[in-house]
């Protein structure tokens, strides 16, 4: 068991273990900051798919886009993260000046990655609802761009917002992305070409630690803590789903 001292070690934003700080929040601070944007920017480019796929009449496009999205969600996370740190990281470092190993490269990377997860979860949703009111709304008039915006997409806006909460946890507990491309320095995030540490890099890195130390004993708090945010926010996922059944297809 950890001492209250130790608690009072762990608890706070700085990270010295020369001089007996080990301090994590710092890194709980970064992995929220991080799978926010993340999950924002990927929800903006989801939001933008999905409009082409099922708001626009078939095309030639939408059959080679869909196995596209299929074979990107089967690619493992650690290809992203490379493919992050060889290609993403040079370009952030040719435009700025900077290391490249940074906020701004992990979220790109990061929210990449979240798209065709996201995207196979709406197909479903939103393919659902189709077989329920495509029908109605062209007898009404409605074009399909007009079923998908006025229809479709607000009955099914309660499942949509469930499915970005579960697009927040699958990126606040992704490991290599973070461990690779973000730089693990153990400071607070600054700014978008600052580099930084999350909790999931954190757990990683302390796993060669001596079994003893505090180091080592810093990666199950910080375990806990993102048991603890993933939790919280699947709870609020589930609670909104079964609030407004209704919605939800």
Known sequence: MLAAKHWQQFLNLNWDPSSQDFGILSFALNSLFLA?????????????????????EDNMFHRPLRMSLRIMLAVP????????????????????????????????????????????????????ALLHQN??????????????????????????LALVFLGFCRSLGDTMI???????????????????RNLTAHIAL???T?????????????????????????SVAYVLIFKNKRWLW
Do not use: H
């Open 135 to 160: 029908s109605a709304a062209s007898n009404s008039g409605f074009s399909v761009l007009q079923t998908f915006l006025w229809v479709i997409f607000p009955q099914c806006r309660t499942g949509f």
């Open 206 to 208: 302390m796993a060669p």
């Open 77 to 128: 996370t650690i290809v992203y993260a490379l493919m992050g740190a060889l290609y993403l990281v040079p370009a952030v470092r040719g435009f700025t000046g900077a290391s490249g190993y940074s906020f701004l490269a992990v979220t790109l990377t990061l929210s990449v990655m979240l798209v065709p997860f996201l995207m196979k979860q709406c197909e479903g949703l939103f393919q659902a």
């Open 36 to 56: 926010f944007l993340a999950t924002l920017l990927s929800t903006l480019w989801v939001l933008v798919l999905s409009v082409f796929l099922f708001g626009v």
């Open 178 to 196: 973070a461990l690779i491309v973000s730089g693990n320095t153990p400071v607070l995030v600054e700014g978008w070409l600052s580099p930084f």
């Open 210 to 234: 001596d079994a003893y130390s505090l180091m080592y004993a810093s990666s199950f708090v910080s375990l806990g803590l993102l048991l603890a945010f993933s939790v919280t926010i699947s």
